[in-house]
């Protein structure tokens, strides 16, 4: 069972940056699309960025409209971690962020985006970008 552990989160100014990383450890297929996700007061849970090292997209991150030229995706696979770069940020962009595995374990929430069914959650970790 794959473990993931967000950290990162604060609270910023708008136009200010802040950087997301999700520590994975068990099992993480290397066929397995990986991404991040947010949630919003009183929202859904949305797909913010995904990359999958080697599924359809040839390993190019794929980006919500809301995010694309602000939010980068990367990945460091000899450290089992993902980041996500937020530059620009937007009061808007205020939620609690969730790093998430493809995966459709049973009982676990499904969220498809990118083309992926995601159900393996981190516990999350809160931007709050202020006026």
């Known amino acids: 069972q794959p473990r993931l552990v967000e950290s990162g989160g604060g609270s910023v100014q708008a136009g200010e940056s802040l950087r997301l990383a999700c520590e994975m450890s068990?099992?993480?297929?290397?066929?397995?699309?990986l991404g991040w996700f947010r949630q919003a007061a009183g929202k859904r849970r949305e797909g913010v960025a995904t990359?999958?090292?080697?599924?359809?997209?040839?390993?190019?991150?794929y980006y919500a409209d809301s995010v694309k030229g602000r939010f980068t995706l990367s990945e460091d696979k000899n450290r089992n971690q993902i980041y996500l770069q937020m530059e620009s940020l937007k009061p808007e962009d205020t939620a609690i962020y969730y790093c998430?595995?493809?995966?459709?374990?049973?009982?676990?929430?499904?969220?498809?985006?990118?083309?992926?069914?995601?159900?393996?959650w981190g516990q999350g970790t809160l931007a709050l970008v202020s006026s």
């Open positions: 068990g099992y993480i297929g290397d066929t397995d699309c």
């Open positions: 998430a595995a493809q995966g459709t374990p049973h009982g676990s929430l499904l969220i498809q985006f990118g083309g992926a069914y995601f159900g393996y």
């Open positions: 990359i999958c090292p080697r599924g359809r997209n040839h390993n190019t991150p």
